[in-house]
């Protein structure tokens, strides 16, 4: 299976920016869909952003203006880039890897912003 790890995430003051970056195991990343998902404590998990192998993106209303994600093929990395950060993108932010038949999930990086 794809393992994948996040890191990046952190403490930041509204206002600030983040880069998050997930390190995927394997051969095959670039065939894979990739997204950035979070999910705050009592609500569901929600798409934040999505880039496809031939690097087309796509974003959540939330966050259009202000992200940028982007794939590293040639490192097993994708990124994602948030500026602007308000208090309600505090979440964990999952990344994800999809080609069927297979749906993996790193184990979150921790973003919060404070007021």
């Known amino acids: 299976q794809v393992q994948l790890v996040e890191s990046g995430g952190g403490l930041v003051q509204a206002g600030g920016s983040l880069r998050l970056s997930c390190a995927a195991s394997g051969s095959i990343f670039s065939m894979y869909l990739m997204g950035w998902y979070r999910q705050a404590p009592g609500k569901q998990r929600e798409l934040v952003a999505t880039i496809t192998s031939g690097g087309r993106t796509g974003y959540a209303d939330a966050v259009k203006g202000r992200s940028t994600i982007s794939r590293d093929n040639a490192k097993n990395t994708v990124y994602l880039e948030m500026n602007s950060l308000k208090p309600e993108d505090t979440a964990v932010y999952y990344c994800?890897?999809?080609?069927?038949?297979?749906?993996?999930w790193g184990q979150g990086t921790q973003v919060t912003v404070s007021s």
């Open positions: 994800n890897a999809y080609r069927l038949p297979s749906n993996y």
